[in-house]
């Protein structure tokens, strides 16, 4: 089968599995439990050991590629590839959450936080912009 690192519902009430052996993201129905398809292909953008993964506040996917040292990005419908978010100077990321900030005491902002072998090891913010009418 296949080793399993991180699973979570995505905002479509789906439910999605990383798999570090085989470096993709399984999508199964939320509610029966039946496989609907690899929703991040083997090694897409250069995904290297899924292990943690989240749907950001833009509704794209997330997924940390631990041995690339990094986190990538993917459209949170079709699973394609979008890009590098977090660049290749991690130390061994493991887990990423997002929530709305705690951290930085900056109102309207949304905090990152980026956790590895040896615990914190990032985190950033970024405030939310207001779309103009």
Known sequence: MFSQSHIIFGP???????????????????????FINEFVTAGSGGLDS???LAFGPDGNLYVVSTFGNEILRYNGTTGAFIDMFVGSDLNFPVDLLFSPSSIIPEPSSITLLITGASGLIGYGWRRKRKMAA
């Open 12 to 34: 479509d009430n789906n439910l999605y599995i990383s798999s570090a052996s085989k470096d993709n993201v399984l999508r199964f129905n939320g509610t029966s439990g039946a």
């Open 50 to 52: 899924a292990r943690g």
